[in-house]
């Protein structure tokens, strides 16, 4: 197996998903794991410094990060974990397209990845391999378009609590955002999610 092969063939033995996009002088390998009730990826909390933390991501995913890194490293690939457990800061890359751009979904009417297995449920993280432009394993990011899984199904839009989701786009992050509650749990944050948990896709089989 080649350099690519090997690092998805180890990738996909820790996460849910994994795949391969080149991006400027690279490629980057994104990764993904289905949160659930036993491993809550959306589990975000606010330290006493008033710092947001995800708190999910660093017990389930970082450990997994890690040891995907140690073996590609093994490999002689120069890789990092890019950003906060995997979670690229501001603007560097635009993770959930370039998801749909190494083939691990389809951008859905929720403005979110939709996998056929997991529906939106996939949390995503990503490698930076710099300077080693690997095989992409999608359909680069002309693959961001309309969703077949989606169909005619609007029960993401109409769940939507201050009403800003449309088809396959948030037309107001902020008052996504804002639409938060706090947790018993101290410091806890619990973030709106009504538009995946309706999701049929990934539940009934579609």
Request: glycine residues 10%; hydrophobic residues 35%.
């Amino acid at each position: 197996m080649n350099n690519t092969e090997t690092l998805l063939t180890e990738a996909r033995k820790l996460f849910d998903v994994a795949g391969i996009t080149p991006f400027c002088d690279g490629s980057v390998l994104i990764v993904g794991l289905a949160t659930s009730l036993e491993r809550d990826l959306d589990d975000f909390i606010r330290d006493e410094d008033r710092a947001f933390r995800l708190r999910g991501f660093e017990t389930h995913v970082q450990p997994l990060l890690d040891s995907v890194v140690d073996f590609a490293r093994g490999l002689g690939l120069p890789v990092e974990v890019w950003g906060t457990c995997g979670y690229p800061p501001g603007n560097e890359l635009n993770l959930k397209r370039q998801a749909v751009a190494a083939g691990l979904g389809s951008w859905g009417k929720n403005a979110m990845v939709v996998h056929s297995q997991f529906g939106p449920r996939l949390r995503l993280a990503s490698i930076r391999i710099a300077g080693a432009t690997l095989d992409g394993t999608g359909p680069g990011l002309e693959g961001h378009k309309q969703n077949p899984l989606c169909r005619d199904c609007s029960a993401c839009i109409d769940a939507c609590p201050p009403g800003v989701v449309e088809p396959y786009y948030l037309r107001d992050r902020r008052a996504c955002l804002a639409n938060t509650s706090w947790s018993p749990d101290p410091g806890k944050v619990e973030c709106c999610d009504r538009c995946w948990t309706v999701c049929p896709v990934g539940v009934t089989g579609d």
